[in-house]
Structure formats: C-alpha cells, structure tokens
C-alpha cells in the first residue's frame, strides 16, 4: 500500500458528464500530480500542486481542470466527456516539489474511467 | 520519436530465468532514472533508483545507465511468478517536474 489513496476506483458515465476523481496524498506530502495512462499514449503527465499552489502543467485539456485543497487533498475535474477520455488516472504524491531528484514518486491505484 | 523508447513486448519466460528489459531516451538532460514495477490494475510501485550512469543492485534486480549510450537496463535474476508484471523505465533531468516514462514491457514469468 502506497498510502496515496484514490477514489472511486471505477466509474462509468456517458459522454458530455462531468465527473470528478479524489485524491489524498500519504500522510505528510506536499506535492500531489495527476497522470492519465491509456494504452496507446501511455502514462502522460497532467498537472501537479504543491501545497496548494499549481506548479506544472503537462498534457492537460482545457475540459479539465484540478485544484488541491487545504488539507492537501487534490481533486480532477473532468467535464465535456469524449469516448476518448476513457483511461486510468493516477494520482501520485511526493514530499517535496519535483517529485524526481533524490524523492520517490508514490502513485495510488488509480481510477478507471469508462465514457459510453 | 518518443523522448523515452521501451519495446513494449511482451515477454514471456520460465521461472527462474534473467529477465533483462531496456530503454533509450532522447534528452541528454537526464539525470535521474527510475523502473516501475505495474501490476495488473495497480498504481506504478517503485523498484529502482539511479542517478547519473553506472549500476545499482537490489537483491535479485539490477539497474544500469550508460548515458553515453542514452540507454538503460534492468535486469532480474531468478524471475518467480510474482515477477509478471508491466516494468515501466521512468527518467528526468533537474528540476524537472515530471517524468517521462516509457510505454513498459509486460512480463510473464511461467511456473
């Protein structure tokens, strides 16, 4: 167990809903990321939060959007839903801010989204 | 072309073989690199850390970096069961805020 916990960890819905994916980072970490995996793009990266604050933005679509709250758990926000939308997304945390010099990266176990 | 190139596989061997699976990169900034092990409906699990080139070893797992080559490896010895998994080579250069991750490799190790 990673302790980056997400939630739900399945969900069905139709295209054009919006839905929105939780996570809570283990206990202690600043750094919250979101990253979309698909079989044929693989593990993109969308965006991460430090403390609360945004600090890096990647393969995010504009229908999308994430916030990180006080308590430091994140949220992402996905609306206009298109068929191509369908995939896993990861929330991962780390202690500090990049998440890759010298800090390892926890992922949870994910959401699988599925857009009928 | 991809900044991260992994031969998706998949790769099926009997237990108790070496597994060795490799990644090129693109970008010479890269300093950090890293292998996630994926099972099936799991979040990417951390196996291995390196940083710069040369080799790390962790009980039956072996990291390697040439960066010269821009190409790294992992290796697993004795591969069990458990082993079947999908092995991601993940990497970054400083003060980067991501990691760029290959497509992965999915293993199966046969009883």
């Not at chain 1, 990673?2 to 996570?23: D, E």
């Not at chain 1, 600043?30 to 393969?59: C, H, T």
């Not at chain 2, 390697?64 to 821009?70: H, I, L, T």
């Amino acid at each position: 167990d990673s302790g980056v916990t997400q939630t739900p960890k399945h969900l069905i819905t139709a295209t054009g809903q919006r839905v929105t994916l939780r996570c809570s980072p283990r206990s202690g970490d600043l750094s919250v990321y979101w990253y979309q995996q698909s079989l044929d793009q693989g593990l993109q990266f969308l965006i991460q939060y430090y403390n609360g604050e945004e600090r890096a933005k990647g393969n995010i679509l504009e229908r999308f959007s994430a916030q990180q709250f006080p308590d430091l758990h994140s949220e992402l926000n996905l609306s206009s839903l298109e068929l191509g939308d369908s995939a896993l997304y990861f929330c991962a945390s780390s202690a500090g801010i990049t998440g890759t010099a010298n800090e390892k990266l926890f992922f949870g176990s994910g959401t699988q989204l599925s857009v009928l | 072309q991809k900044e991260v190139e992994q031969d998706p596989g998949p790769l099926s061997v009997p237990e108790g073989a070496i597994v060795s699976l490799n990644c090129t990169y693109s970008n010479s900034a890269f300093q950090y690199f890293m292998w996630y092990r994926q099972y099936s409906r799991k979040g990417p699990e951390l196996l291995m850390y390196t940083y710069s080139s040369g080799n790390k070893e962790d009980g039956r797992f072996t990291a390697q970096v040439d960066k010269s080559s821009k190409y790294i490896s992992l290796f697993i010895r004795d591969s069990q069961p458990s082993d079947s998994a999908t092995y991601l080579c993940a990497m970054s250069g400083p003060d980067d805020y991501k990691l760029s991750f290959g497509a992965g490799t999915t293993v199966t190790v046969r009883a």
